[in-house]
């Protein structure tokens, strides 16, 4: 049995346990254990244990993996809110000329940042990662594209 097993073995009740008191969809809860777990998979080469012990790791890697979820989840209502109130498939072309005008008037790091954000599903820190900016930069740059998009919206 190799380590991503004994971790597994040892530790998926636990962090079952700690997303199911975070999270009440039981989809969602499924979904993020194995989030969790791939993960940890993943980053298993990077673990150091004499920096910090296999339950802090998980545990760690758990609570990010359930904070990344919130703020995906926050952060997709707000875009919801602000930009459209219909579905994507209910646009009409003109609301979709409409956004893509929107999208082109923001500087070009904001919106490849709201594209690969929103379109691929990325937390915004991972977006960051992708786009090699700190995590800081993305959120602040995120934050006045969403502005210059309600502002667009909001003048129509």
Known sequence: MNTAEQIYLQYHDKVRAYVR?????????EDLVSAVFMKIVQKLDSYDPAKVSVSTWVYTITRNTVTDHF?????????????????PEE???????????????LRE???????????TGHTLKE?????????INAKVIHKKALESLRAFFAAR
């Open 71 to 87: 703020r995906t989840r926050r952060t997709l209502v707000a875009l919801e809110d602000y930009m459209v109130d219909e579905q």
């Open 91 to 105: 646009l009409t072309d003109d609301e979709l000329d409409s956004l893509a005008d929107a999208l082109l008037a």
């Open 127 to 135: 977006t960051a990662e992708m786009m090699g900016m700190s995590y």
């Open 109 to 119: 790091k904001a919106r490849d940042l709201i594209v690969l954000h929103y379109y």
């Open 21 to 29: 008191g975070k999270i009440q969809d039981l989809h969602d809860v």
